[in-house]
Nanobody, 129 residues
Framework: EVQLQACGGGLVQAGGSLRLSCAAS????????IGWFRQAPGKEREGVAC?????????YADSVKGRFTISSDDNAKNTVTLQMNSLKPEDTAVYYC?????????????????????WGQGTEVTVSS
């Protein structure tokens, strides 16, 4: 079983930055990649980015490419960060980190979201215009 703790959300003006963190704990963590989804009010949950310590590359949604960076935190074991720059009002959402089994890690990782059992509690990001 995997537990995920997400934090770092908040209120920021358009053009600003936020850094989200997802700390993983539990067993067999080396069998999972870590991804981020987000869900805006009235919209479906959409994939944002995904990273695996076992495999490259990283994956990004087109809407965040060039603005968001997902990485492993060198200073905190089993922690993944999502650096979000040049934020836009349309980035406003609740952001969830998720444990992605390695078997689903790849360019289509978003399509298997219903197969993922371990989700963090969500952290809210609000970008004002």
């Amino acid at each position: 079983e995997v537990q995920l703790q997400a934090c770092g959300g908040g209120l920021v003006q358009a053009g600003g930055s936020l850094r989200l963190s997802c700390a993983a704990s539990g067993s067999r963590l080396d069998e999972y990649a870590i991804g981020w989804f987000r869900q805006a009010p009235g919209k479906e949950r959409e994939g944002v980015a995904c990273i695996s310590e076992s495999f490259g590359p990283t994956y990004y949604a087109d809407s965040v490419k060039g603005r968001f960076t997902i990485s492993s935190d060198d200073n905190a074991k089993n922690t993944v960060t999502l650096q979000m720059n040049s934020l836009k009002p349309e980035d406003t959402a609740v952001y969830y980190c998720v444990a992605v089994p390695d078997v689903f890690f790849g360019s289509t990782w978003i399509e298997f979201k219903n197969e993922y059992d371990y989700w963090g509690q969500g952290t809210e990001v609000t970008v004002s215009s």
